[in-house]
Structures are given as structure tokens and as C-alpha cells.
């Protein structure tokens, strides 16, 4: 578990499953992921046994005030050259009300202090003004693209690929 303020991220649970899948489901969500499919429940629970395996890969729930306000997902995490891929998804409820920027800090507070990472880096879709706008003022930087890597609304778009280092992030 890591505290910080009012939010606290920790490990998804078993429990949580259903609760994930449905975040994982919502509409909004899927369109910003790479692979938009919906998954079912069997899918799920394989996706989580592979998880709790997985050196590379870990879901945190986070939590504001007591409440699941969202999910952080760690992906690429490579301890060697200490770089970490690194999203959130809010839950819709909490949508629009402050929490991602907020979440967002917390998650880099964790990322570079307790997992010891120099870099932090994500894909956000070109169509996702919002969610760039709000990787910017966290200090992320365009590092590139990958050109029209993502077909949503019957054309193709790119995903640009953002990072922020530990130096950084202090300032």
C-alpha cells in the first residue's frame, strides 16, 4: 500500500474483478485502449492469474477517501533501466471532478520514490486532447509516434508516446 493525502493505491484484489471488468468495459475506457474489445468474465479471471505471476505487469486499485475511484496499470516494468509504463482509467462516476490529476501525481509519487524508477512513459491517442493536455502539465514530454497505430471512428490515429524522468518530475 502507498498513502498519499487521501489517496491510497494498493493491489487489486480477487474480489475486485467484476468491478475492473466494468471499468475495463466502459465504452469511454476501451475507445483510449489499444485493443477496444470487450472482455467476459472468464477472460478476466485468466487476465488476472497471469497477472499475479507477472513480473512485468501489476494493477493498482486506487482509492480516494475509502472509495475505488479508479484503476493504475503498470505495464513494461523493467527494473534494469529502472522505465515503467505507466496509465489510469477513472471510474465514471469520479470522471471530471479532479481525481485524474491528482491520481496521476500520486501514482508518479510511487512510480519514482517507492518503485525507484527514472522514467515513467505512456501512449495517449492524438484524439485524446484531455488526457494529452493533462500529461503536459504534469511535466510529460512527446518523445514520438506511432503513426495511425490506432483505427477508431472509421479512420486511423496515432498514438504519441510521452515520458517523464525522476529529475523532472522533482521540479
Known amino acids: 500500500m502507498f498513502k498519499s493525502g487521501e489517496y491510497l493505491l494498493r493491489i487489486l484484489e480477487k474480489f475486485e474483478l467484476e468491478w ?19 472482455i467476459n468474465e472468464t477472460q478476466q479471471i485468466k487476465w ?3 497477472l499475479c505471476t507477472s513480473t512485468k505487469s501489476k494493477r493498482l486499485v486506487i482509492e480516494y477517501n475509502g472509495e475505488k475511484i479508479g ?9 534494469v533501466n529502472q522505465s515503467i509504463c505507466v496509465g489510469l482509467d477513472i471510474a465514471k462516476v469520479y470522471r ?6 491528482k491520481s496521476f501525481k500520486v501514482l508518479l509519487e510511487y512510480v519514482f ?14 484524439f485524446n486532447e484531455r488526457a494529452y493536455k493533462l500529461y503536459k502539465s504534469l511535466g510529460f ?31
Do not use: C
Open 20 to 38: 475492473a471488468r466494468e471499468l475495463h468495459n466502459d465504452p469511454e475506457v476501451l475507445t483510449m485502449l489499444t485493443d477496444a474489445s470487450f
Open 48 to 50: 488476472y492469474e497471469s
Open 71 to 79: 484503476l493504475v496499470r503498470l505495464d513494461d516494468i523493467d527494473q
Open 96 to 101: 471530471g471532478q479532479g481525481h485524474g490529476k
Open 113 to 126: 520514490h517507492e518503485l525507484n524508477m527514472n522514467r515513467a512513459w505512456l501512449l495517449v491517442a492524438e
Open 141 to 171: 514530454i512527446e518523445e514520438g509516434r506511432q503513426r495511425e497505430r490506432l483505427y477508431r471512428f472509421g479512420r486511423h490515429y496515432d498514438y504519441i508516446m510521452m515520458s517523464i524522468l525522476k529529475k523532472e518530475y522533482k521540479r
